[in-house]
């Protein structure tokens, strides 16, 4: 019993950051219905521009926090420029193909830059773990889902109560409707890439936290993506908890199925689940039931 | 669109792919080239048209289950690496002669595509698009933990033979993928014309509208599945054979990309497409290769070997390009560039 939740603890804290990276991918699916591929890229342009500042420069952490916000945000602010804002109009599934291009082009340049090393970022979290019983938690990891849950509380805000968020509801609703009531879409589509370039940072520097940066990095969008769609597109609550479901799914089934078939449980699991939920409940688990059933 | 003074008399007239003498002199004389190819051709040429054809097998399956039917799919490398080591689990374990298991490792590929097309009875677009993505990494963790399949080792398969002769050069297999090729793309050339082709289309158009009209829905999808895979499996035991190597680095998820991305550029929904598509993708990656190496030299920042990094790139751009600019691919121009040929001197 102990170990069962030792493990679970472990993929709680995994799990966090499989809730932060989808929820830019919600955030951006929420606004713009455009399924993003290309949010992992985001979240390691993140991990590595805070690399830049704050391993590579040795700039204090505040203050590497700061430019590595305003690039990836910079990034997320080009995508939607040059390569969605013409798809305006397009259907919807071009949008998709394009996210995937994008993945594409800025792996090549991730790549490109790494040259197939891997950067390790000096420990900026305090180290050593807290002993809960029996369990012990690291602490680094106890603060990036600390961090989670603030984001997802903050976001959830943003869109509740601020005016901007109101645009994106109003935006996702309908865009001639939004455009009538004097909100600019285009400018809400900006607004919003915006935004996930920076939850992407806060993603990537907190899985930079925890593991380096080399050039699987951006895959994690995929468990991002995996996560979201299991949650239901649409949801961030949905989003943030099937993210923690996944990462404990994912250790438990490995830490008991491992020794049955020989390893590697780990990396399949989630594409399982994404087949089942997707066979059952298309529109996740969370999500509004608004998906085309044929 | 026909030329001035040319009429149809009777269907067949009207449904003919080729039509005139010159079409049948200019397909004899390009097969007569090709088919003599080896004997005056570069290696490299050789060997480039070799991974040329099977991605051109590979991107016809593609085309069928994506541009005609509808069903986008990220799945094809994952199903041609089924292929692949179905065609080398049956030479190298069982003794089974290439010739058969060339079509067998195409309909165990096409049964395992039919099965992981499932998930397109109950969900489209990028849903169906993700489900594939999840197919694709469960069907290589299978290849990578079972034992048959040789692990992280990989297999290596036999070159083929046939009555003493053995095809193991580039220059042999040459006759073998070539041949191979031309037969599928026949195929799916008049796949695409019958009442199978006309019921695919109409799945893509609308669905619903299909259904109403009496098309079976689960029976055609998974047809398409099926006949994609088939594609991708005797692509996949054609590389198996070709390279004598197999091993599940050669089948990732970005392989699968670089497909669909053949298909966007090419342009959905037609099969000379799928001809400009892979020639384009291919040719920008021996650019890529040809110029890396130069302007690794000129900026030493890039690295010693950018090849591949600048392969993502260019691929990536070039995808983006069409998409913003030629949603229809390289077809579409060539249908207006033929057009326009035709209808000379008078405007089009």
Known sequence: MLEFLQQAITGLMIGSLYSLVAAGIVLVYKSTHVVSLAHGQL??????????????????????????????????????????????????????LMTFAVFI????????????ETRALPA????????????????????????????????????????????????????????GTGITVRKIFSYVWVLSGLVATVAGIAIAGVMDIYYMLPYIGINGLIVAICGGLDSLSGAFVVGLLLGVVENVGAGYLDPLVGGGVKDVVSYIVLLMVLLVRPYGLFGLTRIERI | MRPCGIFDRNYGQDMAIIRTWQHWASLLGALVILYLFPLFGSYYLVSFIN??????????????????????????????????????????????????????????????????????????GMYLAMATIAIHFVLIWLVLHLEITGSFKGLYPPSP????FEFDTDEKMFYIIVSVMLIMTYCARNLVRTRVGRAFVAIRDNDLAGEVMGINLY?????????????????????????????????????????????????????PGVFFGVLFIKILNELVLFTSPVLAGAFPWLGSSPA??????????????????????????WEIFKASYRLYPFAN
């Open chain 1, 43 to 96: 979240v390691a342009f993140g991990a590595l521009f805070f690399w830049f500042f704050f391993g590579s420069f040795g700039w204090p952490l505040w203050a590497s926090l700061i430019p590595a916000f305003i690039l990836t945000a910079a990034i997320g602010l080009l995508i939607e420029r040059l390569a969605l804002r013409p798809l305006i109009g397009q259907p919807l599934f071009a949008a998709f």
């Open chain 2, 51 to 124: 991974l040329a054809a099977i991605s051109v097998i590979a991107v016809l399956g593609l085309q069928i289950v994506s541009g005609y039917c509808g069903q986008i799919s990220f799945g094809q490398a994952a199903f041609m690496a089924v292929g692949a080591y179905t065609s080398s689990v049956l030479t190298t374990h069982f003794g089974v002669s290439f010739w058969l298991a060339l079509p067998l490792s195409g309909v165990v590929a096409g049964a395992v595509g039919a099965i992981g097309g499932a998930p397109s009875l109950r969900i489209k």
């Open chain 1, 124 to 179: 900026f979290l305090p180290e050593g773990n807290i002993a809960l019983g029996g369990l012990s938690v690291p602490v680094n990891q106890m603060v990036s889902f600390l961090v989670a849950v603030l984001l997802f509380i903050a976001l959830s805000l943003v869109f509740k109560f601020t005016k901007v968020g109101l645009g994106m509801r109003a935006t996702a609703e309908d865009h001639r409707l939004a455009q």
């Open chain 2, 308 to 333: 591949a990094a600048m392969g993502l790139i260019a691929f990536g751009l070039a995808v983006s390009i069409f998409l913003i600019f030629e949603p229809r691919g390289l077809a579409h121009r």
């Open chain 2, 219 to 271: 029976y055609y999808k998974l047809l398409a599945f099926f006949i994609s895979c088939f594609y991708a499996g005797i692509a996949g035991s054609l590389w198996a054979h070709l390279i004598t190597v197999v091993n599940a680095e050669q089948f990732t998820l970005l392989h699968a990309l670089e497909f669909v991305g053949m298909l966007i550029i090419g342009g959905m929904g037609s099969i």
């Open chain 1, 105 to 116: 082009t800025l792996e090549g340049i991730f790549v490109l830059y790494l040259k197939g």
């Open chain 2, 161 to 164: 033979t046939l009555g003493g």
